[in-house]
């Protein structure tokens, strides 16, 4: 699927460390500021995923840092889906700071597993196959 969606905030204080630099962790929070986005832009809020039954699972994550982000950084994270499988979706993520010097600060992916609400994987419903672009097989 080639649809992209793009996030713009700033690093927020509390974001940041002693030296003003942003925390690595919260790069995996941008990347889910990113994916809830793109979900809704596909048409289907995370809430109402959940209301079908389907609770996507973070199964892996994986994020390659580039430049830092500092406190009140302009930044965007681009996102999209990578690939869907019966079971999961990878998203694809690029971090950069769009001011005040440009720059990709990080390249990301998470594959999230479909589950129920019992937290059992299960396959994905055929209308959530299609918002991603998947095959119904």
Not at 35 to 64: H, N, Q
Not at 98 to 115: H, N
Request: aromatic share 10%; glycine share 8%.
């Amino acid at each position: 699927m080639s649809r992209r969606s793009t996030a713009p905030f700033r690093v927020r204080y509390g974001e940041t460390d002693q030296m003003g630099v942003a925390y690595h962790a919260n790069y995996l929070v941008w990347c889910e500021m990113g994916r809830t986005d793109l979900i809704r832009e596909l048409g289907m809020s995370y809430a109402e995923l959940e209301r079908r039954g389907t609770y996507l699972a973070v199964a892996e994550a994986t994020i390659r840092y580039g430049a830092a982000a500092r406190y009140d950084d302009l930044i965007r994270v681009e996102t999209w889906v990578e690939s869907v499988k019966s079971r999961t979706v990878t998203f694809g993520y690029q971090v950069h700071r769009i001011e005040p010097d440009p720059a990709r600060l990080a390249t990301a992916r998470t594959t999230l597993i479909s589950i129920d609400s019992n937290g059992r994987p299960r396959a994905l419903a055929p209308e959530v196959l299609a918002l991603f672009g998947g095959k119904n097989s």
